[in-house]
């Protein structure tokens, strides 16, 4: 198949990975893909890095007087679409979709959407018509956004959820770890619980440092290791987890660390003994956590978005409300004074994603979803 991935996204967030995930396995398995996305981004830089080939485009992000530009950007993604006579097309994102399906139309090259954000879908008239009868199938990323389009929009043909992967050979427990704990202070015999992602309320770190000092009250043998993307972005906010260590205990200081973006993550996530997701919102794919699990490390998770299909409860890791940082410091201190119970779910968290949650697994997926497109005759 010759595929289009369009992903109008000026930055690179996870729906971005997912869709250059996806284009990596599909590659591989012998298929044709470009990618169609915003001018002059990041999210167009790292799939140049990441040698696709590449077209870009803005008209279908203006707003105001701006989206008249969308109509020219239909035009040229029309010639687009017959120039290089796509077998079919797949959309990341709801910017331009009435139109870029419309153009899919007269080009005849059938169209999919792939919804990888949580915010429910409008149940509105406009939404019923683009998904039941201008795109040809849906994909959600999760069974949250698979739900709410069965309720919300319903009466399509062709839905399905296809999760995120990961790559398990980079993301693995054998392989050198890095010099992390030694260079933060801690011991082999400290029980190392890491969160990274960005420094955003959405993340819920401010979560994450009531329950480790909730934990450390029992257990002064437990390390909270925060690893930030990048702290530069966010300087205010990581001023205002930092002050929420407090500045007259030295215990919370010296075993809750901040720690900035590293390079080698495979490496630095073989350091810790769980990982933790602790979000409030978002995690449509939580890429994230698939790497922790990947590195056969359990995941102690909010039930928010992906991760309640990721995590098995009490088999891989731990699952809990979000916002409840007594229930979160209760799975530190329960995972730490059960070293071996931690290690066997961790065990089996990276079984479960080589069966599940990998590159391979998610470029098959779509292959399949997409030849039964194809197959069915559709547009």
């Known amino acids: 198949m010759k595929i289009l991935q369009i992903v109008q996204i000026h930055w690179y967030n996870a729906e971005v990975q997912y869709c250059y995930d996806l284009s990596e396995g599909l590659i591989a398995l012998g298929h044709e893909v470009h990618i169609l996305t915003r001018k002059d981004s990041l999210s167009a830089a790292k799939a140049v890095e990441r040698g696709f080939k590449v077209f870009e485009e803005d008209g279908f992000n203006g707003k105001g007087l701006a989206a008249f530009g969308a109509f020219a950007a ?7 679409l017959k120039r290089e006579r796509y077998d079919i097309v797949e959309v990341h ?30 149940a509105n008239f406009a939404n019923r018509y683009v998904y039941r009868r201008l795109v040809d199938g849906v994909i959600a990323t999760n069974s949250t ?23 398990e050979k980079e993301f693995s427990p054998r392989g050198e770890p890095s010099d992390l704990r030694k260079s933060l202070g801690f011991t082999a015999g400290d029980f190392l619980v890491g969160i990274v992602g960005r420094l955003s309320p959405v993340k819920g770190h401010a ?5 480790a000092k909730r934990a450390l009250k029992e257990n002064d043998r ?17 001023e205002r987890l930092k002050s929420l260590l407090g500045d007259n205990n030295p215990l919370h200081l010296e075993r809750i660390r901040f720690v900035d973006h590293r390079a080698d993550l495979p490496g630095t996530l073989r350091e810790f003994d769980l990982g933790a997701v602790t979000s409030v919102g978002s995690e449509a794919n939580c890429r994230v956590g698939l790497e922790w ?32 940082p007594k229930a979160l410091s209760n799975c530190f201190l329960s995972l730490a004074r059960n070293r071996e119970k931690t290690r066997l779910m961790g ?4 079984s479960r994603i080589k069966e599940r949650f990998t590159v391979e697994k998610l470029a098959s997926a779509h292959e399949r979803f997409l030849s039964d497109i194809l197959s069915s005759g559709a547009h």
């Open 222 to 238: 437990l390390g909270f290791v925060i690893l930030a993307k990048s702290f530069s972005a966010k300087p205010e906010e990581l």
């Open 347 to 350: 065990e089996r968290a990276r």
């Open 93 to 122: 994102r709801s910017e331009g979709l009435f139109l870029i399906g419309w153009a899919c139309r007269r080009a005849g090259v059938p169209v999919v959407r792939v919804r990888g954000e949580m915010r429910p879908v409008k």
């Open 293 to 324: 699990m990947a590195s056969g490390k359990p995941l102690v998770a909010t039930t928010i978005g992906v991760l309640p299909d990721i995590v098995e409860e009490g088999v891989t890791g731990l699952l809990i409300p979000p916002g409840d």
């Open 145 to 167: 956004i698979f739900k709410g389009l069965g309720e919300r929009v319903g009466g399509m043909d062709n839905l399905a959820t296809i999760h995120g992967g990961v790559d």
């Open 207 to 211: 979560h994450f440092i009531e329950a």
């Open 74 to 80: 239909t035009g040229r993604l029309l010639e687009l």
